[in-house]
Nanobody, 127 residues
Framework: QVQLVESGGTYVQAGDSLKLSCAVSGLTFSTLAMGWFRQEAGRERELVAGISWNGEHTYYAGSVKGRFTIARDNAKNTVFLQMNRLKAEDTAVYFC????????????????????WGQGTQVTVSS
């Protein structure tokens, strides 16, 4: 059974830091390109950060570059999103997603590229 389970979302103040985790099971995690998306109510789901199957390539949306860091631990089948200097506009439901690295050897950029999704975790940043 394929499962992607996010954790770490909570309510924080602007300027705080938060680390999200996504534990993957039922798949060969080390072969997956992974991404973190976020979605605000009434808006499209957008890619925040992506990482290649081997961790050598990363991507960040302009709005989070320099504040967020994506990382993976293939031994623990987990991908992380470290979020620093959080802003009110970072408030959203955050989803992790995965796709085979045989299809995307570096980064998959759109939500339609991804085959596997978690249920999401809410991050609320109060100003």
């Amino acid at each position: 059974q394929v499962q992607l389970v996010e954790s770490g979302g909570t309510y924080v103040q602007a300027g705080d830091s938060l680390k999200l985790s996504c534990a993957v099971s039922g798949l060969t995690f080390s072969t997956l390109a992974m991404g973190w998306f976020r979605q605000e109510a009434g808006r499209e789901r957008e890619l925040v950060a992506g990482i290649s199957w081997n961790g050598e390539h990363t991507y960040y949306a302009g709005s989070v570059k320099g504040r967020f860091t994506i990382a993976r631990d293939n031994a623990k089948n987990t991908v992380f999103l470290q979020m620093n200097r959080l802003k009110a506009e970072d408030t959203a439901v955050y989803f992790c997603a995965g796709v085979s690295g045989y299809r995307f050897t570096t980064i998959a950029f759109t939500k339609d590229d991804y085959d596997y999704w978690g249920q999401g975790t809410q991050v609320t940043v109060s100003s």
